[in-house]
């Protein structure tokens, strides 16, 4: 399957670093393409970018098959744990998933630290959430070798503060933007408490274009939302694509750049062409992207 949507990680100027980290770390993972900003400002290098002049601006790479993007950029935006990636580790598919498990939980909190620690849960017996030293938060869990079965990576969207009560009305709009979607789980709250409405989604799972994706509300107060340094990438055939996703997406106009904006919930997404990397190739066209908000094909 092709994977229409791609996260894609905001890095302070150590993209390259943490990308090899991961790939080294995570099973059939590779990097798949590497582009660079332009050295000068002759060539459309922006006055902010001064110190980013000739390096590393995006790779393109796969961990466990499944394709990310790491932004090589600055200091303007960090992760936290509203969006987060579940990783599966299926009893049923790897007679040895929990040592699997183990064995990367101990590379990724190298550095780092644990969010809830490796321990049994009620809804997994072996389960752990660990933020490692790049900031990115990863969720492994031992899965349930009865159920139905679930990718290795699954993006997870953690909805907090104004948000917090919103997963399922978020569910349900993403249902209704993109194709090919459908519910898989949806255990809710029973009961009201300091932080939470009985009702809520205490967990819930969903496709939107065949791809899994996790939501849920937060069960506690935290002083983060979602942010742009995780955003996810809808990549698309055409104009037609991008004005449709742009327009049905897109609530919050200052954030509007370089084909980046956001929805009604904060979640950061990047509408895209499918051949932007071709179209970074003709003369201007880094500049052109620049001053663009919506990304116009026929203006790069």
């Not at 509203?82 to 599966?88: K, P, R, T, V």
């Not at 904060?266 to 071709?278: F, K």
């Amino acid at each position: 399957m092709v994977q229409k949507i791609i996260p894609s990680l905001w890095f302070n100027g150590n993209a390259k670093e943490a990308v090899d980290f991961y790939v080294a770390a995570f099973p059939d993972s590779k990097i798949i393409s590497t582009a660079y900003y332009p050295k000068s400002t002759e060539e459309g290098l922006a006055d902010f970018q001064q110190d980013l002049a000739g390096d590393v601006l995006t790779i393109e790479f796969e961990l466990g098959n499944y394709r990310f993007t790491a932004i090589n950029a600055g200091s303007e935006f960090e992760p936290n744990p509203s969006i987060s990636f579940m990783l599966n580790f299926d009893p049923s598919q790897d007679d040895r998933a929990r040592e699997h498990l183990d064995e990367l939980w101990d590379t990724l909190i190298s550095g780092g630290e644990a969010l809830m620690p490796l321990d049994s849960y009620p809804h997994s017996e072996h389960y752990g959430w660990v933020k490692d030293k790049y900031g990115i938060t990863w969720q492994l869990m031992l899965t349930n070798p009865d159920g139905e079965p679930r990718p290795f990576i699954i993006p997870s969207l953690m909805f907090t503060n104004e948000n917090n009560g919103r997963a399922e009305e978020a569910i349900d709009h993403y249902k209704s933007v993109f194709n090919d979607t459908r519910i898989g789980t949806m255990v809710k709250y029973s009961e009201d408490n300091e932080t939470i409405k009985a009702g809520s989604v205490m967990f819930a799972d969903f496709q939107i274009e065949g791809q899994w994706f996790a939501a849920m509300d937060s069960g506690s107060v935290h002083d983060f939302t979602f942010n742009e340094a995780i955003s996810l990438q809808i990549f698309c055939k055409d104009q037609a694509e991008i004005d449709y996703y742009y327009e049905a997406l897109s609530t919050v106009p200052e954030a509007e750049v370089c084909g980046w904006c956001k929805d009604k919930y904060g979640v950061s997404w990047q509408v895209v062409p499918e051949n932007t990397e071709e179209l970074l190739k003709k003369p201007g066209a880094f500049a052109n992207m620049m001053k663009m908000k919506k990304l116009v094909i026929a203006d790069f």
